[in-house]
């Protein structure tokens, strides 16, 4: 049923309760594939050099701590994980991923980092839930 899980995260609490929930998932469902993605923001191109490069470095590195905070909350699965930092807007990289590799359900997280934290569903859910091409499933 759900073969290919894609898991969003951006390293909020929400997100990582995604996490577990995507690796339980995952195992129940033996699924072959879990694949990871984090999304950031693309850094603006007028900081120049050597700033530029320092704040993509930046930027990459905390990428990497939100995936490998990702993985271990999601745990072992029977199948693969694949992982995919993305540069640019997170909704737009989320439905792009999911379209592109064909997965069977995208789980996140119900609300980000963003600075709206009051709003019951974030934006960047609610425009993957308006334009996944699949199944999403949110987690609070």
């Known amino acids: 049923m759900f073969e290919k899980l894609l898991l969003a995260v951006d390293g909020s609490e929400h997100a990582l309760r995604a996490a577990g929930i995507a690796?339980?998932?995952?195992?129940?469902?033996?699924?072959?594939?879990l694949r990871i993605v984090v999304a950031y923001d693309k850094v603006p191109s007028y900081?120049?050099?050597?700033n530029l490069q320092a704040a993509i470095d930046?930027?990459?590195?905390?990428?990497q701590a939100i995936l490998d905070a990702a993985i271990q909350a999601a745990g072992k699965i029977p199948g693969e994980i694949h992982t995919e930092l993305l540069e640019g807007p997170s909704a737009e990289a989320i439905?792009?991923?999911?379209a592109t590799r064909e997965s069977n359900l995208i789980v996140m997280g119900s609300r980000g980092l963003g600075q709206l934290a009051g709003l019951l569903l974030g934006s960047t859910s609610?425009?993957?839930i308006?334009?996944?091409p699949c199944p999403v499933l949110i987690a609070r």
């Not at 690796?23 to 072959?32: C, D, I, N, P, Y």
């Not at 900081?47 to 050597?50: R, Y």
């Not at 439905?95 to 999911?98: E, K, L, R, T």
């Open 23 to 33: 690796g339980e998932l995952a195992r129940t469902t033996k699924s072959k594939e």
């Open 47 to 50: 900081l120049g050099e050597p």
């Open 58 to 63: 930046t930027r990459l590195n905390e990428a």
């Open 95 to 98: 439905i792009d991923v999911a």
């Open 126 to 128: 609610q425009k993957v």
């Open 130 to 132: 308006n334009h996944a």
